[in-house]
């Protein structure tokens, strides 16, 4: 299949976009970065349910978002092949950080204001102070990152 | 040998990008919890947990900025 022109794709990259070879490469890499988010479900199935003796339903409830974000991307991967990849990663950065920092302050005892609802307020520091930085990054270097 | 030390080294990089930083959030975490044990309230320390991560976040940046700026 010839792969979609993109403006301000360098002719390097467009070569080898047709090289089978890339196609494996790219399937290890997505391979990776499912395996990575694969052993994190278990940890989360683990950490939910074992304790508690749920194992069985936290599982389910595993199994039933991996049926359900598969669908998800089935049906949006065409728009969020639009996204650019660096904006994609920098939004769910912050999304994994935000779970990080509650999860930790919920195994530390602490209960967070409005419970489940801190998170966004979490994501939404991190998300502040993470274009802050980057701002003055930028201002510092003169560069023109992500 | 080259194989299996690329092997470990790729799964290694699968969860640990830059590992001064993986340290220093792992030592920050600690920190943490050893002030919970101390009798910090949990709620205050999970505050710290937070402007703590920021923090690292900015030193994270500011010296891979630092770095490609070279």
Known sequence: MKPRRSPGRPAQLEGQASDRRADIIAGFVAFKAVLLEGVEVVFIVIAVGATRGLTLVASAGALAAVVVVGIVGALLHKPLSRVPENTLKFIVGLMLAAFGVFWTGEGLGAEWPGADLALFAIFAALALASWLILSAARRSTGSDAA | ?70
């Open chain 2, 1 to 70: 040998m080259s194989l299996m030390r690329t092997i470990v080294s790729e799964f290694f990089g699968m969860f640990v990008d830059d590992w001064r930083f993986a340290l220093a959030l792992a030592v920050l975490i600690v920190v943490v919890t050893a002030a919970v044990l101390l009798g910090l309230p949990a709620l205050p320390a999970a505050a710290l947990l937070l402007a703590g991560c920021i923090g690292l976040l900015a030193w994270s940046v500011i010296r891979a900025a630092r770095r490609d700026g070279r």
